[in-house]
């Protein structure tokens, strides 16, 4: 039987930047996931303007553990505060990004994956709230842990 003892192995917990392919995989990335937003009858409307491809990068590099954009939470409700996004809109969204990664080589290791999907979720959901001027939540402690940052009291 394998050892669960430990949520992460330190060099996935410590790496998840450097497995992810560092900027030019995050870079990658968002660009595959733009490829892919312009193109879908329900997320394109939303992006048809959008110059996102270099913020949304290092939003992914800073949450990543890269030094990136360390905007954070406060940049991630900004950018969505007063959008009419839907439920569905957010479900696209993160099946769009999950293929994304398929797309750009993201690796498929299950301990970047399940991060990432994990991350994609919390993300997701966070950005809903902000839309609807309701308060975000912080992100929980286990997938900060598992991003190695801090938490915030």
């Known amino acids: 039987m394998a050892d669960t003892s430990g949520a992460f192995a330190p060099e996935i917990r410590h790496g998840l930047y450097e497995l992810a392919g560092g900027r030019e995989g995050f870079y990658r990335l968002v ?13 394109g409307p939303l992006f048809a303007d959008a110059d996102h491809l270099v913020p949304v990068t290092e939003f992914f590099v800073g ?22 996004l839907t439920e569905v809109q957010r479900r696209r969204y993160v099946q769009q990004m999950m ?5 750009s080589g ?5 301990e970047v994956r399940a991060v990432f999907a994990a991350w994609l979720e ?15 939540p912080q992100p929980p402690g286990w997938l900060l842990a598992a991003l190695d940052k801090p938490s915030r009291p």
């Open 31 to 43: 660009a595959a996931m733009h490829e892919r937003i312009i193109r879908d009858d329900i997320l």
């Open 63 to 84: 949450a990543f553990g890269g030094e990136g954009d360390p905007a954070g939470l406060g940049a991630l409700c900004a950018a969505h505060h007063g959008r009419e």
């Open 99 to 103: 293929a994304s990664a398929d797309d």
């Open 106 to 110: 993201f690796p498929d290791a299950p």
């Open 122 to 136: 919390w993300g997701t959901r966070t950005a809903l709230l902000a839309a609807r001027g309701e308060p975000a």
